[in-house]
Nanobody, 121 residues
Framework: QVQLVESGGGLVQAGGSLRLSCAAS????????MAWYRQAPGKQRELVAT???????NYADSVKGRFTISRDNAKNAVHLQMNSLKPDDTADYYC???????????????WGQGTQVTVSS
């Protein structure tokens, strides 16, 4: 069984920083893409940033220059460094991993349970 567990959310003032972490555990053979999504109250879940197993990254326009995604392949972990936080960044943040549990098996999508980030003005 595969689990993704996030940590690092919390309450911060505008202009502050937070670092989110997510660790994937269980019977994992390989992970290709890992990502962070977020969902604000009353809004749809949106992509924040992605990172491939070779380190290629992509960011939503709203977070470019402020957020940095990174990963530790040895630990099956992904991180999101969030700087210059704004009240609009307030949301539940979800970790995502596209992974396979068998050498020649298919890839499946897995989600973490979410961690809350609140940015006060």
């Amino acid at each position: 069984q595969v689990q993704l567990v996030e940590s690092g959310g919390g309450l911060v003032q505008a202009g502050g920083s937070l670092r989110l972490s997510c660790a994937a555990s269980g019977s994992i053979f390989s992970i290709n893409t890992m990502a962070w999504y977020r969902q604000a109250p009353g809004k749809q879940r949106e992509l924040v940033a992605t990172i491939t197993n070779t380190g290629s990254t992509n960011y939503a326009d709203s977070v470019k220059g402020r957020f940095t995604i990174s990963r530790d392949n040895a630990k099956n972990a992904v991180h999101l460094q969030m700087n210059s936080l704004k009240p609009d960044d307030t949301a539940d943040y979800y970790c995502f991993a596209n992974l396979r549990t068998l050498r020649d098996g298919p890839y499946f999508r897995y989600w973490g349970q979410g961690t809350q980030v609140t940015v006060s003005s």
